[in-house]
C-alpha cells in the first residue's frame, strides 16, 4: 500500500505551512496508524453499510452482521500489525484495546464494545451506500480492497474484506442488491 508508506518530513512542513494558512494544523507522528484507524472504521462500518442497505448501527447492531464486522475489524487489525503498523486512537479511544482479540474471552468482549464503539455514528449512512443508490461506482477498492491488497503483501488473509468487495462489485453492476439477504455470502466464522 504505497499510499500508507513513509512519507519524507520536508514534504509534511510543505503541506503543513500551506495548510495552516487556513487553520491550525497539528502533524501525526504515526500518520500511517491514524490512516490505518480510519481505514478500519471505513472498512467495517462502509462496507457493511453498503452491503446491508443500511446505518452504521444496522450493521453493528443484530448479532450477524455485527460478527462480519467484528471480522472485519480483526482482519484490519492483523494485517496492520504484520505490516508493521501501529493503529492510533479514534476519538479518544483505543481501537487496539478495545477490539483486538486473542482469547475468546477478549472475543467476547469486542463483540460486545463494537455497539457502544459506533454509537456516536449509529444513524450514519455510509458514502459508499449513498454512491451505490445513485447508481455511481463507489470507493470500495481505496477502503475493503486497499485491506485485501496489504493482507496479500503480508500474507494475512482477508476472507471477508474480499467478500465485502465483490458483493459492492456486484452491486455496482446491477447483479446484487443491497440487504440483509447478503449476509449469507460471508465465510462461517
Not at 458514502?127 to 445513485?134: A, I, Y
Not at 459492492?168 to 449469507?184: D, T, V
Request: hydrophobic share 40%.
Amino acid at each position: 500500500m504505497g499510499s500508507f508508506g513513509k512519507i519524507h518530513p520536508a514534504k509534511f512542513d510543505q503541506v503543513k505551512s500551506v495548510l495552516e494558512k487556513m487553520c491550525p494544523v497539528t502533524v501525526e507522528a504515526n500518520f500511517a496508524g491514524v490512516r490505518w484507524s480510519k481505514l478500519l472504521i471505513n472498512a467495517a462500518f462502509s462496507g457493511m453499510s453498503a452491503v446491508l442497505g443500511g446505518t452504521f448501527g444496522d450493521a453493528a447492531g443484530p448479532r450477524d452482521s455485527r460478527q462480519c464486522v467484528q471480522c472485519l475489524i480483526k482482519e484490519c487489525i492483523d494485517v496492520a500489525q504484520a505490516s508493521g503498523v501501529r493503529i492510533e486512537p479514534v476519538q479518544g479511544k483505543d481501537i487496539m484495546r478495545l477490539l483486538n482479540y486473542r482469547s475468546g474471552i477478549k472475543r467476547s468482549i469486542s463483540f460486545a464494545m463494537i455497539p457502544l464503539a459506533i454509537q456516536k455514528h449509529a444513524a450514519l449512512k455510509a458514502s459508499m451506500l449513498q454512491d451505490l443508490e445513485k447508481g455511481k461506482r463507489t470507493e470500495v477498492d481505496s477502503i475493503n480492497g486497499a485491506v485485501c491488497a496489504a493482507g496479500k503483501s503480508v500474507g494475512v488473509l482477508t476472507p471477508f474484506n474480499n467478500t465485502v468487495v465483490r458483493l459492492i462489485h456486484e452491486m455496482e453492476q446491477g447483479k446484487r442488491s443491497s440487504g440483509r439477504s447478503n449476509l449469507k455470502e460471508f465465510p462461517q466464522n
